[in-house]
């Protein structure tokens, strides 16, 4: 009977576990989905600030065409990325490029993998956008719907995979980006190039006629609007960096995560503020370093944009431990 009654007790016990370990698990898997969905959310809000930081920075007449490109980035984006860049990026069959088996949504619902989708999303479209800096005031419409739509459902996908699939070429060589310094920031950077070369300079840009023709002509129209957009980046970047751990239930998570916002924090910063005393020290002068200096808030909002994208590849790998060494001089000159 004693035998009995151990015997159930233990059956009951384990039941009772897995039962235990079955909801732990359920719980982790919300918590994770629930992160992935909250830093999309944050990084598509990228957006607003990348559209406040190009208008501001163009004149008037064509704060409506850069802005609507921006917007236009999210939606196309969406379509596409759903549609064919998705598998491109994350699915199988090559080490150049996914092949299957997620085009236009399938098997997203039962791989349980639409918070991963919606993440990515919130990646893909950032390429896209740092091109729609460098063609404003100098683009069709049309043009770029059809330049910022390959992007986001062929240049980008196809980077991603070569970097962050175990198949693709460039991570079996070893690869690191943790954030997307060169997947994401290199990439729309090269299509920004190569779409600025085959644009040319702005119209009239270069080609004075007149006395009347003069840069002022050219300065973008609204500096605090510029500023608006740069401080949403600064906020929403974190983001970003941040969301890359993709899962938060995991024992070390919440403290590799905070690393990761500090180090990125201390990045922008030192980068703003040293760049901001080398401009007024006359460093962006057309003779560097002759003549007086200037406080430059373009050049202070892009550096600490640079300090955040900069850091993204290795962020995790960065130190911060404060050693005693530091504090004490004897054994700084001992060491």
């Avoid at 980046?233 to 960096?241: C, D, H, I, M, R």
Wanted: hydrophobic share 45%; charged share 15%.
């Amino acid at each position: 009977m004693e035998y009995v009654n151990a015997s159930a007790s233990s059956s009951f016990n384990n039941s009772a576990i897995e039962s235990i370990n079955e909801q732990i698990s359920r719980i982790n898997f919300i918590l994770d989905e629930f992160y992935l969905y909250t830093m999309g959310i944050f990084i598509s809000l990228m957006q607003i600030g990348f559209g406040y930081l190009e208008v501001g920075a163009v004149r008037s007449k064509n704060a409506t065409n850069v802005m609507m490109k921006n917007m236009m980035d999210s939606f196309l984006c969406g379509i596409v990325y759903w549609l064919f860049g998705f598998t491109l990026a994350f699915g199988t069959g090559s080490s150049f490029a996914g092949l299957y088996p997620y085009v236009a949504g399938y098997k997203l619902a039962e791989k349980k993998m639409f918070a991963k989708w919606y993440f990515e999303l919130s990646y893909a479209s950032t390429p896209a956008t740092i091109v729609s800096g460098a063609v404003a005031e100098r683009c069709h419409f049309i043009g770029y719907l059809v330049y910022s739509s390959l992007i986001s459902c062929v240049v980008y996908p196809i980077v991603c995979h070569w970097a962050w699939t175990e198949e693709g070429w460039l991570k079996q060589l070893g690869f690191q980006d943790f954030c997307g310094s060169a997947v994401v920031h290199m990439c729309g950077g090269c299509c920004a190039i190569v779409a600025a070369i085959l644009l040319g300079p702005r119209h009239n840009r270069w080609d004075k006629k007149n006395e009347n023709d003069s840069d002022e002509n050219f300065n973008g129209h609204s500096s605090p609007i510029s500023a608006l957009g740069a401080m949403l980046l600064f906020t929403t970047f974190l983001a970003f960096n941040a969301g890359s751990v993709l899962h938060i239930s995991q024992p070390g998570d919440v403290e590799l995560i905070v690393k990761i916002i500090i180090v990125s924090l201390l990045s922008t910063c030192g980068c703003a503020t040293t760049t901001l005393f080398i401009s007024k020290a006359g460093g962006f002068n057309p003779t560097p370093f002759k003549g007086h200096g200037y406080w430059s808030f373009y050049h202070t909002a892009n550096a600490g944009l640079m300090g955040l994208v900069r850091n993204f590849s290795r962020t995790t790998l960065l130190q911060m431990e404060i050693r005693d060494n530091f504090f004490n001089p004897v054994k700084l000159l001992h060491s």
